[in-house]
């Protein structure tokens, strides 16, 4: 155990726990500090099977960060830390640009690709630039707008009414938003009536609590968001079970570790040629 002096003079104990965390945030922020400068978060897509058609049709675009000596960081963490630091837009813009790089590279829509998801932080979308900022980008590599659909979490920090106008503004150029994690916050009926979110995606642990018998209102919010004539994507699907009840829920598409993992751009390329 350590002991500091507090600055009122009275001692403040500091774990070595609480020092080997603090020392282990001091390292995710110097990893990600380095990482954005020499541009070298990764893209990996996760693929997204469409019930319809049986098929993969689109794809999630998730950040990694492989630190040279911490390793792989998991996104919750430096994504955080990347909120924290104001270094969310630097960060969403090198991803974005990978995403519509990769696309401009590989003939996707042969490969029966329609749409790659982009996460974004409200944050990030809060920038009055931001509009602008993805349509350069886009326009850099002649992507459609139609290709990228942005999700966001639903998060009561943010200014949602803002939100609603930088998401209509978006929404006229043609791009599509998702609602992602829907059923871990406060699940806002409101926020799907009112926002122009084409689709709702269900957080895997409401899909795994269903799945486990801990809840039973998992068919009855996929009928409500299908009346409400949007998509519903189910995360978390990982047991051919899964897959096959979900179809007869009349969810429209299915992510999850039972078709796939997130997979560097290369291993995507080749899940695409085999499965199709
Ligand atoms: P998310 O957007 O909800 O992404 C889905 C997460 O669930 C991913 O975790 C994915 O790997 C995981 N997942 C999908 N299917 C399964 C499954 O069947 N089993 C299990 N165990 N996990 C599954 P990941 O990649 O760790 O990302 C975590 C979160 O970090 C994302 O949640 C998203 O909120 C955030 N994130 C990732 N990349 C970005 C980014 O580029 N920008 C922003 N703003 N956030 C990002
Ligand atoms: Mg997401
Ligand atoms: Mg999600
Ligand atoms: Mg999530």
């Not at 990600?32 to 319809?52: E, F, G």
């Not at 270094?87 to 990769?102: P, R």
């Amino acid at each position: 155990e350590r002991a500091e002096l507090s600055g009122s003079g009275t001692v403040v104990k500091v774990t070595n726990e609480d020092f080997q965390r603090h020392r282990h945030i001091l390292a995710v922020e110097d990893a990600l500090n380095n990482a954005i400068y020499q541009n070298r978060i990764d893209v990996y897509y996760q693929p997204i099977y469409h019930t319809k058609t049986h098929t993969i049709t689109g794809a999630e675009a998730l950040a990694r960060l492989n630190d040279p000596k911490l390793g792989f960081i998991s996104p919750e963490e430096f994504i955080s830390a990347a909120e924290r630091m104001g270094l969310i837009h630097k960060l969403g813009a090198q991803v974005l640009e990978k995403v519509c790089q990769f696309i401009a590279t590989h003939d996707l829509k042969t490969l029966g690709i329609q749409y790659i998801n982009v996460n974004v932080s409200p944050l990030q979308c809060l920038d009055e630039h931001f509009p602008q900022l993805f349509k350069n980008i886009l326009n850099a590599y002649h992507v459609p707008s139609a290709m990228i659909h942005l999700e966001i979490t639903e998060s009561t920090h943010i200014d949602m009414g803002l939100l609603k106008n930088i998401m209509g503004e978006l929404s006229a150029m043609g791009v599509a938003f998702n609602l992602d994690d829907y059923g871990t916050g406060y699940s806002n009926i409101s926020l799907i009536s009112q926002y122009p979110f084409s689709t709702i995606k269900v957080d895997l642990s409401l899909t795994w609590s269903y799945f486990k018998g801990e809840n039973t209102i998992l068919p009855h919010i996929v009928k409500m968001i299908r009346e409400m004539g949007k998509n519903v994507t189910v995360e978390g699907v990982e047991t051919e079970k899964m897959a096959k009840e979900l179809k007869q829920m009349n969810v429209n598409d299915l992510q999850g570790y039972y078709f796939a993992k997130p997979l560097p751009p290369e291993a995507f390329l080749s899940y695409l040629k085999t499965s199709s």
